[in-house]
């Protein structure tokens, strides 16, 4: 009976650890394929394994003149911190990868960017938008971490400058999810911004992630009288505001984050968001994106999520970077990072001081009917 | 420290929460739905004295890990004077809320990082220290499960009414099990964020309740070296079986269906893995088999 | 004076939900004498057989209600006869009940998850019958939405039936004598098994109204059965094994809980209702219409 079970044991980890053939090149993925981020870290999943599997249907990447395979190893962090320093800790010491791509939320990737700083691998984050991914608390650059997508305090400054430049906004309210970073943080650079601007937050309100009745916080809003409420938030929790607001009477136009954009935000919410405008990463509908969002529909037959665009991204700098480098190593590939300056899906992605892309476009949208119609860029300094 | 060793250290950790909840739910027969709020207290509370009160390094690590377990143990005693009076199910459903009431509690502290989390704290568990620690818990569990104590505990378990009749003073042994348990789950989490380096308090909420309270199941209610060989499967498991990832929780569910529908002793079947459990049980096996000898005899002997 | 009436209004409507998870949970522990933890995981489903006989089975509204509510009743007796009988046949000592009960939450919240996937659906409005969809009602500042009246309407008609059928009906009162003494009714000739059954199957219904009308009311998600800690408390609250308890607690709570996050903050309903509930347990632990709490020997 032990003899099965040591046997058992052995087969699966040798199942699990992946081996190196000659010339290919092992980069690791790591995000939530369960739990309640699945649905982005599953697209992210799909995305990067597709991006490979057109690689090496081409032969491989070119480096330093040497074909490389190139091979995705992805492990679940279950939205879980400890779950993902676990993961970390295999794709590096099991696994052996040059370099990491994901951890799409800012939870995941702040504990995981001590470990990689500590080994030397260099990481990627697609949506992790807290500033505390690359900078520390201390001030410290975190040496090994990048990003591809703009941080909160500049989504919080071009929501705030969209809001009153360019819609005349001049009273605010604010309904954010007071546990979840993501929400607080983006909330708070939206206030400092749209008040530096000139306009006034009349009314800001919270509710614990988990909540669905909204009714309470809402109707202090009402009473508020605000011209514009931003909802910096997740589509599911946005859909069920959005209609509870209008339930109650509110009419007034609704300001979103790069939270909203999903296939599920309008059927969830019916027409109660029409005409309410966002910021995203880029312009999911658009002609850049095109021929990804094609692809991606006809291999998984269902639409890419704004997930895989921004780790398609991510990739894209690291094998960017391998290429500038002529090669696989590690500290080669972080020296190559720091001075990333390429076009992505999502706009120029130019690594600026912090490891963050410097003045990258963000994107107007507005929600028409079952669409999602571009209005406006606009990019600024950090 | 390479991945191996990682998960060696979160067994480790594991460990010392599960052996307070084992003598908390296994030995005591109380319910717990909360003790991540236990050890999100342990976490918080080392985390503050190790990052923030400038220690010199030798006694920061220790002084933390004090710190926390005995902020822990603390608020344990007000939990139980509150609720270890109630009925079973209604500890429950408190253990429930003081979960749940610690964690919005936390993510309303800024000072700690509040919900955002706090990150960058020291590394100063080590794989020595986590195995030192264990043999320390596993022992003082031991010795608290075989003196008059961890007797009085099984009998409220099994008979409350019965064994206040018999002289136990009932609250008294609830809050032993209470407060130790407490005091284990603050060291563990005392121990988490200084491996992680990284908490916050959706870390500690129900799911991680009820993951200690599933590794307590599966070893057996009423054993310490099932709740030992639990923790190691249920930590160790999930990362030879990844690609069931999604599964696993519903094959966790059922299990502990079926466990306590149909074996409730659980792997180890409340037996010890010590010479004199070992020999207890073969003793039991030869009477059991001595006494069928015995009826058949009598029943040949009838039927002559 | 407006937003007092509007949070009122809000508090209500919750309540009547709360009211509908809270009786059948507090009609299972008045005969069992433990909670059933699942409570939650067959709300959920009841939301998700809704859901599917309306999407998938394209049956009109009202017969996508009964589907539900017949579903949630006999996935109810199943876990009592699967899980629970054997226990309580073997005596078995009242903490397996609530690992068991904690298990099979488990098990079927997942299960939902690993099939049918973590994200959240919503009642499409064009299957709603047609006095459901259309703009909330207005009167002056105050909005009452259309979906809040059908659910205060079905809450009152549900329990309503559920207090006559327990008072009136012979059947009603075999169940008042088993959750008053099971043995002593076992003697009078009721069969405790089949009344059992019965307190299963009604609790288990009602479970299933109370998912389809938050699934109505919010979206239908695997993760429902957390919110239902609240309609623990809010039984606990009233009196645990009193229906009227049930209710009265059910809307007590919902409305302490929304002047709180109107009035105060968001951030401390939650924190607000754990205190409710210590505060009530050490100062009258059989709530607010229970009768005496005696302690299992």
């Given at each position: 009976m032990q003899k099965v079970l040591y046997g058992i044991l052995a087969a699966a980890m040798a199942l699990s650890v992946n081996a190196q053939t000659a010339n290919t090149v092992k980069i690791g993925w790591f995000g939530p394929e369960t739990g309640d981020s699945a649905l982005w870290g599953q697209a992210e999943l799909n995305t990067v394994q597709m991006m490979a599997a057109d690689y090496n249907a081409k032969g491989g990447i070119t480096i330093g003149g040497k074909k490389y395979k190139v091979q995705i190893i992805a492990y679940d962090d279950k939205g879980d911190s400890v779950e993902a320093v676990n993961v970390a800790k295999r794709l590096i010491s099991?696994?052996?990868?040059?370099a990491i791509v994901g951890a799409q939320g800012s939870g995941e990737a702040i504990p995981v960017a001590t470990i990689v700083d500590a080994a030397k691998i260099p990481l990627v984050a697609s949506t992790a938008t807290n500033p505390k991914v690359t900078v520390s608390d201390s001030g410290a650059v975190n040496s090994y971490v990048f990003r591809a997508c703009f941080t909160d305090p500049y989504q919080g400054k071009v929501a705030a400058y969209f809001a009153s430049q360019k819609l005349g906004k001049r009273k605010a309210a604010i309904f954010m999810t007071i546990d979840d970073p993501y929400s607080t943080g983006l909330s708070q650079y939206f206030k400092e911004n749209f008040e530096k601007a000139g306009?006034?937050?009349?009314s800001e309100v919270s509710y614990t992630s988990g909540e669905k009745d909204f009714r309470a916080p809402l109707t202090k809003i009402k009473a508020a009288n605000p011209d514009v409420i931003f909802i910096p938030a997740y589509y599911n929790d946005v859909a069920l505001a959005a209609k509870q607001a209008r339930d109650l009477g509110i009419k007034q136009l609704l300001l979103g984050g790069d939270g909203w954009p999903s296939d599920n935000l309008i059927s969830l919410a019916g027409t109660a968001l029409e005409g309410c405008l966002f910021i995203n990463h880029l312009d999911m509908d658009g002609l850049a994106a095109k021929p990804m969002r094609d692809e991606y529909r006809a291999k998984y037959h269902k639409n890419a999520e704004l997930n895989s665009y921004m780790v398609h991204d991510a990739l894209l700098m690291v094998v960017d970077a391998m290429q500038r480098a002529n090669s696989i190593n590690s500290v080669a590939i972080q020296k190559a990072l720091l001075t990333c300056n390429i076009q992505g899906i999502t706009g120029h992605i130019k690594i600026g001081p912090n490891h963050d892309p410097v003045g990258k476009e963000a994107w107007l949208i507005k929600l028409v009917g079952p669409n999602m119609k571009f209005q406006e860029k606009f990019a600024t300094a950090n | 420290m390479d991945y191996i060793q990682g998960i060696a250290v979160l067994i480790g950790i594991n460990l010392i929460a599960v052996l307070g909840l084992s003598i908390l739910t296994g030995f005591t027969g109380l319910f717990s739905f909360g003790h991540g709020g236990f050890m999100a207290i342990g976490a918080y509370v080392s985390a503050v004295v190790s990052s923030r009160l400038n220690l010199p390094y030798p006694i920061a690590f220790p002084m933390a890990i004090l710190a926390g377990a005995a902020a822990a143990g603390i608020i344990s005693v007000f939990i139980g004077k509150l609720t270890l009076n109630l009925k079973g199910d209604y500890f429950c459903i408190a253990t429930m809320g003081f979960g749940e009431a610690v964690r919005v509690v936390l993510n309303n502290i800024t000072y700690v990082g509040g919900a955002r989390g706090w990150a960058n704290l020291p590394q100063f568990t080590t794989w020595w220290v986590v195995l030192v620690l264990d043999v320390v818990c596993v022992v003082v569990a031991w010795n608290l499960i075989n003196s008059r104590h961890g007797r009085n505990m099984v009998a409220v378990r099994e008979e409350e009414l019965a064994a206040q009749m018999a002289g136990v003073n009932v609250f008294r042994s609830k809050m032993i099990a209470l407060i130790v348990s407490a005091v284990l789950a603050g060291i563990a989490g005392a121990l988490m964020a200084n491996y992680i380096q990284f908490i916050r308090p959706t870390m500690f909420n129900m799911a991680k309740s009820t993951d200690l309270t599933i590794m307590v199941i599966f070893g057996g209610l009423g054993s310490i070296s099932g709740t030992i060989a639990g923790t190691i499967l249920l930590v160790s498991l999930p990362e030879v079986f990844r690609n069931f990832a999604q599964w696993r929780l519903v094959i966790y569910g059922l299990a502990v269906i079926v466990i306590m529908v149909g074996r409730p002793q659980g792997l180890m079947g409340g037996v010890e893995l010590t010479p004199s459990g070992i020999r207890k049980l073969l003793a039991a096996r030869r009477a059991k088999a001595k006494l069928e000898a015995e009826l058949k005899a009598a029943e040949q002997g009838d039927a002559a | 004076m407006d937003q007092f009436l509007q949070q009122l209004v809000n508090g209500l409507s919750i309540g009547s939900i709360y009211a509908l998870m809270a009786v059948g949970y507090s009609l299972v522990y008045s005969i069992m004498n433990f909670s059933n933890f699942a409570h939650g995981s067959v709300i959920m489903l009841g939301a998700y057989f809704g859901f599917y006989a309306l999407?998938?089975?394209?049956?009109?509204f009202s017969v996508a209600f009964f589907i539900a509510a017949c579903g949630t009743a006999a996935v109810a007796v199943i876990l009592e006869r699967l899980a629970y009988k054997p226990l309580r046949d073997r005596r078995a000592p009242f903490l397996y009940f609530i690992i068991t009960a904690m298990g099979a939450s488990i098990f079927i919240d997942n299960s939902v998850i690993a099939t049918i996937g973590p994200t959240p659906k919503t009642?499409?409005?064009?299957?709603?019958?047609?006095?459901?969809?259309?703009m909330p009602l207005e009167w002056g500042a105050l909005n009452v939405g259309r979906i809040d009246i059908a659910i205060f309407v079905v809450a009152a008609i549900c329990l309503g039936l559920l207090m006559l059928f327990i008072d009136l009906t012979k059947l009603g009162k075999a169940i008042q004598a088993t959750a008053y003494n099971m043995k002593a009714s076992a003697l009078m000739g009721i069969n405790p098994n089949f009344v059992i059954i019965l307190v299963f199957a009604i609790g288990g219904g009602l479970a299933g109204v109370a998912g389809v009308l938050y699934g109505m009311k919010y979206q239908v998600f695997p993760q429902m059965s957390s919110i239902t800690l609240k309609s623990f408390i809010a039984a606990v609250f009233g009196g645990l094994g009193s229906l009227p308890g049930a209710l009265l607690g059910s809307v007590l709570l919902a409305l302490i809980e929304t002047f709180v996050s109107g009035y105060l903050s968001t951030q401390y309903r939650d924190l607000f209702a754990f205190i409710i509930l210590i505060t009530m347990l050490v100062v009258?632990?059989?709530?607010?219409?229970?009768?005496?709490a005696e302690d299992k020997a």
């Open positions: 099991q696994d052996k990868v040059v306009g006034k937050v009349v | - | 999407t998938a089975l394209g049956v009109p009642f499409p409005s064009e299957l709603l019958p047609s006095f459901l969809q259309g009258r632990p059989s709530g607010i219409m229970g009768r005496d």
